[in-house]
């Protein structure tokens, strides 16, 4: 993993409450993540007995895409490691709470357009 992503998970995780420590990125093959479509360019998978940390894992897909996507798919994903406390509220996975946190990204709206059209081409 780019250790960049590993610098922007941090600077994320240090402004959220009460965020897990020794949460893991990794790239991920396309068969952990089901069809390439939009929802799954990237997972989040909760700790575990056999290992205790949260791990977000990326499409290889995205190997060459340009950073400001793996970076909000990164913040995107944070979003989830918080979201047990979140969803509280209800909503399901995407509820009103997460998207206001994702949509604050600078990135949301040209990061998504790229993957729709990467979506398109897969
Ligand atoms: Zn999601």
Not at 47 to 63: C, D, H, M, Q
Not at 79 to 88: D, E
Not at 98 to 121: C, S
Request: charged letters at 25%; proline letters at 5%.
């Amino acid at each position: 993993m780019r250790h960049d992503l590993n610098q922007y998970l941090d600077e994320v995780a240090g402004r959220l409450e009460r965020f897990p420590k020794g949460v893991v990125i990794c790239w991920a093959d396309d068969t952990q993540l089901g069809d390439a479509n939009f929802e799954h360019w990237a997972t989040c998978a909760s700790p575990t007995r056999k290992r205790p940390v949260y791990v977000i894992a990326i499409s290889r897909a995205l190997l060459r895409a340009p950073k400001y996507v793996l970076r909000w798919l990164v913040l995107h994903e944070c979003g989830h490691v918080r979201l047990p406390a979140w969803q509280k509220g209800g909503g399901g996975c995407h509820h009103y709470y997460f998207r206001q946190f994702e949509r604050a990204h600078p990135d949301y709206i040209r990061a998504n357009k790229w993957l729709e059209k990467a979506a398109q081409v897969a």
